[in-house]
């Protein structure tokens, strides 16, 4: 691929703060950047006055509280003023995108210490104010024609049971794993198991997706530290590095819906970016050289198309994957131990960010009850509108 | 000399009876919208399939969506007719219609026009409760009227107006005649008079009709005229099917009889006055008024329509739509003609307008007309998509000539086996309103299955 970046930036993560996902009603938007930021500083050993720059990630603010419509929404919760921050929206991958900026100044030498903060403050607001609404009221007639975002995912589900022979059980059992992970993860917004038969059972939003199919609407925040890697401090960091950033938008809002040559089977925005972070990490097989994945399960069926797009299988082969129970903690590839967007829930900016704090404290050997044992590398995947912009972030325990 | 060189009727999908508007009902039916179809729609679909080259457009219309705009320019401009084109709105009487053909016969027989379209459509709806008492019935006609040859010559169109009327409105609020006086002193003397002034050859008519609510009064004056009212008079065949159709509703009265009986037929489309229109019928294979429709099986599925595009569902209280003129005018060739956009390297046909192909990376493309048919490749149902009835259904076509669209299908509130769309079922696209909640809606395609 010409367009890939292939240079690799040194960069290491040395302060991960994540706050609980939920409805959380008691904590505002400012709360929410103290509460991670604070955390993610204390765990680097530094003080809030050696951040030199910064980045917000937020995605919706007019859906939320105003809140996070620039960089000012993170420098004045704490009291940071005087450095550059910059606030960065692309939709569900603002959150990686955040981290992949942080990353590129740090390369780049504009700063020494960097932090990445995603933040998300959905439940102020009643869920009725959703995008769809927003669509109907301020776009183009064709966008009136609508989709939700579930049905927007669900439009891939139906073609793929059509192409693929995925059942709706195969569909569901990605929700069913995901919510036993998020039992074991106390910062879940949902923490409970739950039956095949219970997601089917629960109430259509998009047919073939039912409202266990689907992530919930979240408050919550995480936050990242980053330095280059050569000025790691072994003594009091623990450091996990990154090995590849990718990010791609590769296909629009309305393309998709109106390409004869898109085929709702795979989402190429996955796959370029993917191919550039590999490119960088010197990935060749990821299922052999991978521990775990985090992807960006917002509805079920979206985990199950990305296993095939991060090349953890090959296409038609996703369902295989569910069925075998690879994907579980202690399989041969477990993905979404933290519980994925189905069990944390999704705010959205904030997204990016936790599942790399996840993957970094599994690196770490932090996640206690649902420690992937021995976990050396990790991925962490993002993607965002109708499928159109894809990042994946490459991670390693070792330099 | 005009003739009637081709026309369309479009009809609403469903009915609704009298037994179901009120339980002293009788057994009538009536032509009734979906919350998705407007007089815009009704008159679009009717025109959809209109050849003729058309110089001039005339709108008749009581029910108008528009308070100061041109239905006519309007409608010519989502048509795609030549710009700058003789448009005119006519719409104070339910004979509209048929003076539509009194004023294009007559832009005809001056030379100034070759092809006139006259478009009727209808959407009234009477107030709550008083449905089986007012004559209604939703519907619409596009009549193509042309100095060649054609489907039936209309050989006399002629206009005798008369100020009395039963009940009219004047600066908005109803005033009444004494209905007997409007009646006598309207309708029969207006009908006299066309009957002196006329001096009819009875003998040469082959059908007569009486397009009125007091027909029944003018009946012994037909006979005295020298009518055989058994044989001649014809009914209401139309009215049965559909109700009254207003403006339509002479036009259609006067297609129902092109396609039944060759010959001539005289119509008296009476509303304030009397329009005149004589056809000389070749016959045509044409049958407008045989298209299969759904029941309104409820009263209270008839108030919902009602609601006439307040649309809420499940979570939303309430949506305000947008509809930008600047971009509808903008984007018509798109939006409303279904023009698409073909590679000219690879031949990938785009319906949106791209700098590049997405295949080839070629930058030259040819303006291409879409089809209006094509094969499912995916389809989803929303059931949180604020809509009058849950689920909203979402469906991923590939046209047959090429280029793909995504588009609703239409609303119904009836889901059945003979119309669940499932991928590779075979759909057309039909033109219809998104959500309007009482401001101008947006127009655009949605989907039927075939």
Request: charged content about 25%; overall charge neutral; proline content about 3%.
């Amino acid at each position: 691929m010409h367009k890939t970046m292939s240079k690799k930036r040194d960069i290491a993560i040395i302060g991960l703060g994540v706050t609980k996902f939920g409805e959380l009603f008691n904590q505002s938007y400012d709360d929410l950047v103290r509460e991670s930021a604070l955390q993610a500083t204390k765990d680097a050993g530094i003080g809030l006055d050696e951040v030199q720059a910064g980045w917000l990630s937020t995605a919706f603010p007019e859906i939320g509280v105003f809140k996070g419509r620039s960089g000012m929404d993170m420098v004045e919760p704490l009291n940071l003023y005087g450095i550059p921050v910059t606030r960065v929206s692309n939709f569900c991958a603002s959150g990686a995108d955040a981290v992949r900026n942080a990353a590129n100044a740090l390369a780049a030498g504009e700063c020494d210490v960097a932090m990445a903060l995603g933040v998300e403050k959905l439940r102020d607001r009643s869920p009725q104010d959703s995008i769809v609404k927003m669509m109907v009221e301020l776009s183009h007639p064709y966008y009136q024609k609508g989709f939700t975002a579930a049905g927007t995912f669900a439009i891939y589900a139906k073609r793929i049971m059509h192409e693929f022979g995925v059942t709706r059980e195969d569909i569901a059992n990605i929700s069913v794993k995901n919510h036993y992970h998020g039992s074991l993860n106390d910062k879940a917004h949902h923490r409970m198991t739950c039956s095949t038969e219970q997601v089917l059972g629960s109430p259509m939003v998009a047919d073939p997706l039912t409202v266990m199919d689907s992530c919930p609407t979240t408050d919550g925040a995480a936050c990242v530290i980053m330095v280059r890697a050569e000025d790691v401090d072994k003594t009091k960091h623990k450091p996990v590095y990154i090995d590849g950033i990718g990010l791609s938008v590769s296909t629009g809002w309305d393309l998709p819906f109106f390409d004869p040559k898109h085929d709702f089977l795979s989402f190429q925005a996955t796959k370029d970016a993917a191919a550039m972070a590999y490119k960088q990490a010197g990935i060749i097989k990821p299922i052999d050289e991978i521990d775990l994945v985090e992807v960006h399960d917002c509805f079920s069926i979206v985990e199950l198309l990305t296993y095939e797009d991060l090349g953890l299988c090959k296409q038609g082969e996703a369902k295989d994957l569910i069925r075998g129970e690879a994907t579980q903690l202690g399989g041969e590839i477990p993905v979404n131990v933290s519980g994925g967007l189905l069990s944390c829930g999704h705010p959205v900016g904030a997204t990016g960010v936790r599942m790399v704090v996840e993957i970094a404290t599994q690196l770490r050997g932090d996640s206690g009850g649902r420690q992937v044992k021995g976990a050396k590398k990790g991925i962490s995947h993002n993607i965002g509108g109708p499928g159109a912009i894809a990042s994946v972030i490459v991670l390693n325990k070792e330099h | 000399m005009s003739f009637i060189k081709e026309y369309r009727v479009s009809l609403p999908h469903f009915r609704i009876s009298d037994k179901v508007l009120s339980p002293r009902g009788r057994k009538g039916q009536y032509a009734i919208c979906y919350t998705d179809e407007d007089i815009i729609t009704l008159a679009f679909q009717a025109c959809e399939k209109i050849k003729s080259d058309i110089d001039a457009i005339l709108f008749a219309t009581t029910s108008p969506v528009f308070k100061d705009r041109y239905h006519s320019s309007y409608l010519a401009d989502l048509l795609g007719l030549k710009e700058g084109i003789l448009a005119l709105d006519l719409g104070a009487t339910s004979r509209a219609g048929t003076d539509a053909i009194v004023l294009a016969d007559r832009l005809l027989k001056s030379g100034s026009n070759e092809n006139i379209l006259i478009v009727a459509a209808e959407v009234y709806y009477p107030a709550i409760g008083n449905e089986t008492r007012t004559a209604f019935g939703h519907g619409a006609v596009a009549m193509v009227l042309s100095n060649n040859e054609g489907i039936a010559e209309i050989t006399k169109a002629k206009t005798y107006s008369s100020a009395m009327s039963e009940e009219f409105i004047y600066k908005g609020e109803k005033t009444q005649y004494d209905s007997r006086f409007a009646r006598t002193k309207g309708f029969k003397n207006n009908l006299a008079m066309v009957l002196k002034s006329e001096e009819l050859n009875c003998k040469s008519i082959n059908k007569i009709y009486l397009n009125s609510p007091y027909a029944k009064i003018g009946f012994g004056q037909l006979k005295k005229a020298g009518f055989e009212l058994e044989s001649q008079l014809g009914t209401d065949e139309v009215g049965k099917i559909l109700g009254h159709t207003g403006s339509a509703h002479g036009l259609m009265t006067l297609i129902n009889s092109i396609e039944k009986n060759k010959g001539t037929s005289l119509l008296l489309d009476y509303h304030n006055g009397t329009n005149l229109i004589e056809v000389e019928s070749k016959g045509s294979d044409q049958s407008s008024f045989s298209s299969k429709a759904s029941e309104i099986t409820h009263y209270q599925d008839y108030l919902t329509l009602r609601k006439k595009g307040k649309f809420t569902a499940r979570g939303y209280k309430s949506v305000e739509t947008f509809s930008s003129e600047m971009i509808s005018e903008r984007d018509k060739e798109m939006l409303f003609r279904l023009t698409g956009n073909k590679c000219q390297s690879c031949g990938t046909i785009y319906f949106m307008k791209a700098s590049r192909c997405n295949a080839c990376k070629s930058d030259q493309f040819l303006q291409v007309q879409l089809s209006k048919s094509g094969t499912v490749y995916s389809v989803t149902s929303e059931y949180y998509f604020p809509n009058s009835f849950a689920p909203t259904n979402m469906v991923v076509i590939d046209l047959v000539e090429g280029g793909r669209v995504t588009v609703q299908q239409t609303d119904d509130m009836y889901p059945s086996e003979s119309n669940v769309i499932r991928i590779g079922d075979k759909v057309q696209l039909v033109f219809r309103k998104m959500m309007e909640n009482d401001k101008k809606p947006n127009y655009f395609w949605k989907c039927i299955k075939q």
